[in-house]
Protein backbone atom coordinates (compact mmCIF):
# COMPACT_ATOMS: atom_id res chain seq x y z
CA UNK A 1 0.00 0.00 0.00
CA UNK A 2 2.87 2.21 0.82
CA UNK A 3 4.70 1.77 -2.27
CA UNK A 4 1.23 2.28 -4.20
CA UNK A 5 1.40 5.46 -2.63
CA UNK A 6 4.92 6.44 -3.08
CA UNK A 7 4.63 5.75 -6.70
CA UNK A 8 1.57 8.26 -7.22
CA UNK A 9 3.17 10.44 -5.55
CA UNK A 10 6.44 10.40 -6.95
CA UNK A 11 4.83 10.00 -10.57
CA UNK A 12 2.99 12.76 -10.41
CA UNK A 13 5.87 15.36 -9.60
CA UNK A 14 7.52 14.16 -12.66
CA UNK A 15 4.57 15.06 -15.44
CA UNK A 16 6.26 16.79 -18.08
CA UNK A 17 5.75 20.60 -17.70
CA UNK A 18 4.93 22.50 -20.76
CA UNK A 19 7.40 24.82 -22.40
CA UNK A 20 6.47 28.26 -23.26
CA UNK A 21 6.09 27.25 -27.22
CA UNK A 22 3.74 24.53 -25.79
CA UNK A 23 -0.14 25.09 -25.82
CA UNK A 24 -1.43 24.84 -22.33
CA UNK A 25 -4.36 22.59 -21.54
CA UNK A 26 -7.74 23.76 -21.63
CA UNK A 27 -9.62 23.23 -18.48
CA UNK A 28 -12.50 21.45 -19.12
CA UNK A 29 -15.22 21.66 -16.07
CA UNK A 30 -16.98 18.82 -17.37
CA UNK A 31 -13.21 16.36 -17.62
CA UNK A 32 -12.77 17.96 -14.04
CA UNK A 33 -16.50 16.49 -12.95
CA UNK A 34 -15.95 13.53 -13.90
CA UNK A 35 -12.45 13.01 -12.58
CA UNK A 36 -14.15 14.34 -9.09
CA UNK A 37 -16.79 11.74 -9.45
CA UNK A 38 -14.51 9.00 -10.29
CA UNK A 39 -12.29 9.74 -7.56
CA UNK A 40 -14.96 9.73 -4.81
CA UNK A 41 -16.11 6.57 -5.93
CA UNK A 42 -12.67 4.78 -5.98
CA UNK A 43 -12.36 6.23 -2.74
CA UNK A 44 -15.36 5.39 -1.18
CA UNK A 45 -16.34 2.27 -2.68
CA UNK A 46 -19.61 3.34 -3.13
CA UNK A 47 -21.90 1.23 -6.20
CA UNK A 48 -23.23 2.67 -9.28
CA UNK A 49 -26.41 2.77 -7.38
CA UNK A 50 -25.12 4.24 -4.68
CA UNK A 51 -23.17 6.93 -6.91
CA UNK A 52 -26.50 7.50 -9.05
CA UNK A 53 -28.29 8.17 -6.14
CA UNK A 54 -26.02 10.56 -4.59
CA UNK A 55 -24.02 12.45 -7.03
CA UNK A 56 -27.35 14.02 -8.63
CA UNK A 57 -27.40 15.42 -4.81
CA UNK A 58 -23.78 16.69 -4.57
CA UNK A 59 -23.71 18.30 -7.46
CA UNK A 60 -27.24 20.51 -7.21
CA UNK A 61 -25.61 21.34 -3.47
CA UNK A 62 -22.64 22.59 -5.16
CA UNK A 63 -24.48 24.96 -8.21
CA UNK A 64 -26.39 26.28 -5.40
CA UNK A 65 -23.37 27.15 -3.46
CA UNK A 66 -21.30 28.38 -6.33
CA UNK A 67 -24.31 30.69 -6.93
CA UNK A 68 -24.17 31.79 -3.34
CA UNK A 69 -20.27 32.34 -3.68
CA UNK A 70 -20.87 34.20 -6.96
CA UNK A 71 -23.38 36.64 -4.62
CA UNK A 72 -20.41 36.98 -1.97
CA UNK A 73 -17.99 37.75 -4.43
CA UNK A 74 -19.76 40.69 -5.81
CA UNK A 75 -20.50 41.73 -2.58
CA UNK A 76 -16.96 42.04 -1.92
CA UNK A 77 -15.54 43.44 -5.37
CA UNK A 78 -14.66 47.16 -4.15
CA UNK A 79 -16.26 49.85 -5.51
CA UNK A 80 -15.34 53.46 -5.58
CA UNK A 81 -14.24 54.33 -2.36
CA UNK A 82 -15.46 57.55 -1.79
CA UNK A 83 -18.85 56.40 -2.80
CA UNK A 84 -19.89 53.66 -0.48
CA UNK A 85 -20.17 55.02 3.58
CA UNK A 86 -19.25 52.70 6.70
CA UNK A 87 -22.98 52.31 6.54
CA UNK A 88 -22.82 50.21 2.91
CA UNK A 89 -20.27 48.70 4.01
CA UNK A 90 -21.69 46.90 7.21
CA UNK A 91 -24.67 45.93 5.25
CA UNK A 92 -22.29 44.46 2.73
CA UNK A 93 -20.66 42.66 5.77
CA UNK A 94 -24.00 41.49 7.54
CA UNK A 95 -24.97 40.65 3.93
CA UNK A 96 -22.24 37.99 3.17
CA UNK A 97 -22.58 36.60 7.02
CA UNK A 98 -26.55 35.91 5.85
CA UNK A 99 -25.17 34.58 2.57
CA UNK A 100 -22.60 31.95 4.56
CA UNK A 101 -24.89 30.85 7.16
CA UNK A 102 -27.76 30.59 4.33
CA UNK A 103 -24.50 28.39 2.53
CA UNK A 104 -24.13 25.85 5.24
CA UNK A 105 -27.39 25.38 6.68
CA UNK A 106 -28.03 24.26 2.82
CA UNK A 107 -25.07 22.16 2.89
CA UNK A 108 -26.14 20.42 6.26
CA UNK A 109 -29.88 19.83 4.77
CA UNK A 110 -28.24 18.28 1.75
CA UNK A 111 -25.95 15.95 3.52
CA UNK A 112 -29.09 14.73 5.88
CA UNK A 113 -30.70 14.11 2.03
CA UNK A 114 -27.85 12.09 1.15
CA UNK A 115 -27.15 10.15 3.86
CA UNK A 116 -31.07 9.33 3.59
CA UNK A 117 -29.76 7.96 -0.23
CA UNK A 118 -26.45 6.65 0.96
CA UNK A 119 -24.53 4.79 3.35
CA UNK A 120 -23.56 7.68 6.38
CA UNK A 121 -20.19 6.41 5.94
CA UNK A 122 -19.88 6.82 2.73
CA UNK A 123 -21.24 9.77 2.65
CA UNK A 124 -18.35 11.03 5.21
CA UNK A 125 -15.82 9.31 3.14
CA UNK A 126 -16.85 11.26 0.40
CA UNK A 127 -16.68 14.74 1.99
CA UNK A 128 -12.92 13.95 2.71
CA UNK A 129 -12.19 12.42 -0.64
CA UNK A 130 -13.44 15.65 -2.15
CA UNK A 131 -11.30 17.59 0.37
CA UNK A 132 -8.37 15.21 -0.85
CA UNK A 133 -9.17 15.79 -4.52
CA UNK A 134 -9.39 19.45 -4.27
CA UNK A 135 -6.11 20.05 -2.70
CA UNK A 136 -4.33 17.22 -4.94
CA UNK A 137 -6.08 19.31 -8.27
CA UNK A 138 -4.49 22.57 -6.32
CA UNK A 139 -0.98 21.19 -5.67
CA UNK A 140 -0.62 19.87 -9.27
CA UNK A 141 -1.56 23.37 -10.34
CA UNK A 142 0.82 24.85 -8.36
CA UNK A 143 3.49 22.50 -9.12
CA UNK A 144 2.47 23.68 -13.07
CA UNK A 145 2.66 27.34 -12.68
CA UNK A 146 6.16 27.10 -10.29
CA UNK A 147 8.37 24.33 -12.53
CA UNK A 148 11.43 25.91 -10.76
CA UNK A 149 10.45 23.90 -7.65
CA UNK A 150 13.50 22.13 -6.03
CA UNK A 151 12.64 18.69 -6.05
CA UNK A 152 11.52 19.10 -10.08
CA UNK A 153 14.45 18.33 -12.65
CA UNK A 154 15.46 21.57 -15.00
Known amino acids: MCLVCLFTATSSFAQPHPQKNEPKEKFSPEEFQKNLEDYIIRETGMTVLEASQFFPLFHELHDKQREMNQKIMKLKRKGQKDKYTDMDYAERVEKICELK ?3 AEMEKDYYKKMCRKVNPQKVFEAM ?4 RFYRNAFARKVVR ?5 PWQSK
Not at 128 to 131: G, L, P
Open 101 to 103: VES
Open 145 to 149: LKPKC
Open 128 to 131: HAED
